[in-house]
């Protein structure tokens, strides 16, 4: 028996639809344009894959022409070679040149307070007076017992002259004419010494009027109208300080004392101190310091050296000498002092916004012929008015970057541009003559591959212990 066995799958009449359309000349309308859909599709697939491949090869064209970055702007100095000052930076104290402190030399009432609290002063001006009329009576009694003696003398003197004739002729005997004579010398002897009571009395009197003994500034009045005052006592009554001229001491490290005094056998030691606020100073000339106000100036030489170093500290007493006609010192103020021990010959010049300081230390951005910037490590020493030193890493004429540092990268273009606010000659190196501190930087230094916060990063050579450096040596 021959059985055919059918898929149920072919004999399924949803499959018998979907034979092609020949063999289907009656196929349904919806069947044909669903077999026309699928036929267009497959045409039209492989030109959408050719046109997304030729998309992202385009893409990968544009991603490599990208425009190239703009110049990073910068302001630029010249590395300059010349003479550098040798200042030592320490705190100096103000001292008057002189002082006195007032007392009394009587006894007596004060009754009389003759000049203002603070007020400028002048040799043999009054200042206080003390009840006289206690030395007046004693000096009225003192010429009195010398016009008596005195009276007693001339009647002596003619006794003697008389009686000289009369023993010569042996009317009396030598020995009246002696006592006569003797009598006259005593006399004679107590007019001198009244007259020095008469003088002691007249002195005592002049003492009630109180004068000063020198120009100069007068302080607080400690006693005041109607106290007792006594001679001899410990009573201050007003103390007169001398301003002008006016001292600065202040202390060097013993390092600096061979440079001190060369400098000082060879015409002196120029010393220079800064005090805040507005206003001019003696060398006419105000700086801007730190804080708030102006740091004024006063120019002055040292006049004192001490004999000896204060072996607890390590350091040697000083003591500069001011004109301080302006009155910019003032006793008892602290300034700080800068003390120019010579010059530093030949020494190659930056300003000192371009040393920056990194993780490995100081560099600086050295700009090339083809305004690239280059990363270079420096070493620097001393530092003056707003200008480095730098021993190793840059070479003079080379330009730095002193503004501008924080988008700055190795090999990056640059352009120049003026600070912000800053006149353009400002981004050359400081001025030689306008003194500021010395500072010892740190010795061997590198780059970060970050530009750090500007300034460098070592030790002030400031007076004080043993423990500091000079301005010759190198940490």
Excluded at 82 to 94: A, K, S
Excluded at 412 to 433: F, Q, R, T, W
Aim: aromatic share 4%; net charge positive; with cysteine.
């Amino acid at each position: 028996m021959n059985t055919s066995t059918r898929s149920p799958i072919a004999s399924s009449p949803s499959v018998r639809g979907l034979a092609p359309a020949r063999n289907l000349p009656s196929a349904r309308p919806r069947v044909r344009r669903l077999l026309s859909a699928l036929s267009a599709l497959s045409t039209l697939l492989p030109l959408a894959l050719l046109a997304v491949l030729a998309g992202c090869s385009g893409g990968d064209d544009a991603a490599k022409a990208k425009p190239q970055k703009r110049p990073v702007p910068v302001a630029t100095a010249l590395a300059e070679r010349r003479d550098l000052p040798v200042v030592v930076r320490t705190v100096g104290n103000v001292e008057p040149y002189a002082t006195v402190s007032v007392k009394s030399r009587v006894d007596g009432q004060i009754v009389g307070v003759h000049f203002r609290e603070g007020q400028d002063v002048r040799k043999g001006d009054l200042l206080f007076s003390v009840d006289r009329r206690a030395l007046e009576a004693a000096l009225n009694e003192a010429q009195a017992k010398l016009q008596r003696d005195r009276v007693l003398l001339a009647k002596a003197d003619d006794d003697v002259r008389r009686f000289e004739a009369l023993v010569a002729d042996g009317y009396i005997s030598r020995e009246q004419f002696d006592q006569y004579r003797s009598t006259a010398d005593s006399l004679r002897a107590t007019v001198r010494a009244d007259e020095a009571t008469v003088e002691t009395a007249r002195v005592q009197l002049s003492y009630t009027t109180i004068t000063a003994p020198m120009s100069g500034r007068a302080g607080q009045v400690k006693v005041d109208q109607g106290n007792m005052v006594r001679a001899g006592a410990d009573t201050v009554l007003v103390v007169i300080d001398q301003i002008e001229p006016i001292y600065v001491g202040f202390a060097l490290p013993e390092m600096h004392l061979a440079a001190a005094r060369a400098r000082l056998a060879a015409g002196g030691v120029p010393v220079e101190a800064r005090v805040p606020g507005p206003g001019k100073g003696d060398g006419g000339k105000a700086d801007g310091g730190p804080g708030t106000g102006t740091a004024v100036s006063a120019r002055g030489a040292v006049t004192f050296v001490d004999n000896t170093v204060n072996t607890a500290t390590g350091t040697i007493r000083m003591r500069g000498t001011f004109a301080n006609e302006s009155r910019v010192l003032w006793p008892g103020q602290f300034v700080d002092v800068y003390v120019e021990l010579g010059a530093l010959p030949g020494a190659v010049v930056v300003p000192s916004q371009a040393v920056q300081t990194g993780s490995q230390g100081l560099f600086a951005y050295v700009v090339g012929q083809d305004n690239t910037v280059q990363l270079r490590k420096v070493r620097t020493g001393l530092s003056h008015g707003g200008s480095v030193v730098v021993e190793e890493g840059v070479a003079p004429g080379e330009r730095v970057v002193v503004d501008g540092h924080l988008r700055l990268t190795p090999g990056a273009l640059v352009e120049e541009k003026a600070p912000a606010g800053a006149d353009p000659a400002s981004a050359k190196p400081g001025n030689p003559g306008d003194p500021a501190s010395q500072t010892s930087q740190s010795g061997q230094s590198g780059p970060s591959g970050q530009s750090g916060q500007s300034g460098q990063s070592g030790q002030k050579v400031e007076s004080g212990g043993k423990g500091a450096a000079p301005a010759e040596a190198r940490q």
